[in-house]
Each structure stands twice: as structure tokens, then as C-alpha cells.
């Protein structure tokens, strides 16, 4: 019976965690800055009943699938936060203030809040981690002779899958705001996505027009980077 039991417990906890998750707010979840930050977030409480929060910064990594690791603030980092640990009142909210700096930049890190709420799924609390993530950004960006296209070791021979990889070749850090894939018959956008310094990021995108791709657009805030596709639908 003790299996049975904690699958129970375990279907009542992911039952309670998106209400707790919708009633929990942290803002804003990305904040951007030259050189150093001075900054704040707020943690924000809709429920009827008071909650603590945690503070956890932490460094991390972005692979070329776009997965994160994380891993203790880097010793390279200063941060000081106005608060570690807080109760958040009901229907309030409490702000955060911190200055953060690196050695070298650019850098980034997390700063999770971990709310430790009322709710109970048995006899487990509910805890709800919260991110809000900081990037410390020189002046400078890449331009688009940095960026570079290859073809995707893992090729998908899938006629409706678009398999490529986009390399960031320089020290900066940028952002795509959004991907637009394009054909005779017409075009397809996708999202975008944070590009980290020298990173090779692995694109596979749906392809639902009924002709192979011709384009891919990759857009940034200052430029776009074009480049053309066979008739496969990978790089050459």
C-alpha cells in the first residue's frame, strides 16, 4: 500500500502546484544591464495566507539544445541582495534590491525565490522556485559576420523536420528575437532564444509547408542573418 500511497501524495502535489504557481508571482523574470546592475524584483503574494521565501543565486550554463545547468554562484560574481529571507504578507507583494558585478563580463546568473507555502499535499510542503535572471552585458554585440551556420550532426531525414546548427563566434552576448524559416509557397516563424558567447545552438524546426525550405532568418535587434537552404533542409 505505501507505493500506492505516495503516488497519491505525488498526484495531490502536481495538483496543487499550478494554483500555487498562478497565485505566486516574481517580476521581471529577465533583467538586463552594462557592466553592473542595480537592481530589484518583486515577489508578489494573491493568496490569502502569508508564505516565506528563500533566496538562491546561482550561476549556470545553456548547452546547445538550449538546456541549463546550474550550479553555485561563481566566485567571480559579487552580489548583495537587501534580503535572503522574507514572509510575504497576503494579497502584498516584497521587493528585492541588489547590486551585482563580475570580474569579466559578460555574465549571467539566477537569482531563485523559493517560496515555501500553506499548501499540503499530505505531509509535504509545497515549494515553488521562482527566477529571476540577470545578464551583465558590455556595450558591444556581434555582428553578422559572427554568425554561422553548419549542418546538424544528428540530420533528421524527416520531410518535415528542419535540422541545423547557428554558432555565435564572438565573446558577446546577444539575443535572436525570432526565427523565420521561408519557401516558394510561403513562411514559418518560430521564437527566439538567448545566444550565449562563442555557443553553437542545434535548430530543429517544424516544417509543415507542403515545399521544401529555400531561407532561414535568423533576426536580432540590430541585424538579421540570412542564409540559404538545399533542398534537404539542412546546411551544406
Keep these: 500500500m505505501r507505493p ?12 496543487i502546484a ?6 505566486q508571482t516574481i517580476s521581471p523574470v529577465i533583467a538586463e544591464y552594462q557592466g553592473h546592475a542595480d537592481g ?21 550554463s545553456v548547452d546547445s539544445n538550449g538546456e541549463p545547468s546550474y550550479r553555485p554562484l561563481d566566485a567571480d560574481v559579487q552580489l548583495d ?3 535572503k529571507s ?14 551585482a558585478s563580475g570580474i569579466h ?22 515549494v ?13 554585440t556581434p555582428s553578422v559576420n559572427d554568425i554561422v551556420f553548419r549542418p546538424s550532426a544528428d540530420k533528421d531525414s524527416a520531410s518535415n523536420k528542419l535540422s541545423l546548427v547557428v554558432e555565435n563566434k564572438s565573446p558577446e552576448f546577444t539575443r535572436v528575437s525570432e526565427i523565420e524559416v521561408s519557401s516558394a509557397t510561403g513562411k514559418q516563424t518560430y521564437p527566439g532564444f538567448a545566444f550565449f558567447p562563442g555557443q553553437s545552438r542545434v535548430l530543429h524546426l517544424d516544417w509543415t509547408k507542403p515545399d521544401p525550405p529555400t531561407n532561414i532568418e535568423l533576426h ?3 541585424f538579421s542573418a540570412v542564409h540559404a537552404l538545399p533542398p534537404d533542409g539542412t546546411s551544406p
Excluded: C
Excluded at 500506492?4 to 495538483?15: K, N, T
Excluded at 530589484?40 to 549556470?60: C, E, G, H, Y
Excluded at 525565490?113 to 499535499?121: G, M
Excluded at 515553488?128 to 558590455?138: E, F, I, S
Design 220 to 222: 536580432f535587434k540590430k
Design 105 to 126: 563580463t559578460p555574465t549571467w546568473f539566477t537569482i531563485y525565490a523559493s517560496i515555501i507555502s500553506n499548501a499540503h499535499a499530505g505531509s509535504m510542503n509545497i
Design 4 to 15: 500506492r500511497y505516495q503516488i497519491a501524495l505525488l498526484a495531490a502535489a502536481l495538483a
Design 86 to 99: 522574507f514572509r510575504v504578507p497576503p494579497k502584498r507583494q516584497f521587493t528585492v534590491f541588489y547590486k
Design 40 to 60: 530589484s524584483f518583486q515577489i508578489r503574494n494573491d493568496t490569502l495566507a502569508p508564505f516565506t521565501v528563500v533566496l538562491k543565486p546561482m550561476s549556470f
Design 81 to 83: 541582495l537587501s534580503a
Design 128 to 140: 515553488l522556485d521562482l527566477p529571476h535572471t540577470v545578464y551583465l552585458l558590455d556595450r558591444e
Design 18 to 23: 499550478p494554483k500555487v504557481a498562478r497565485t
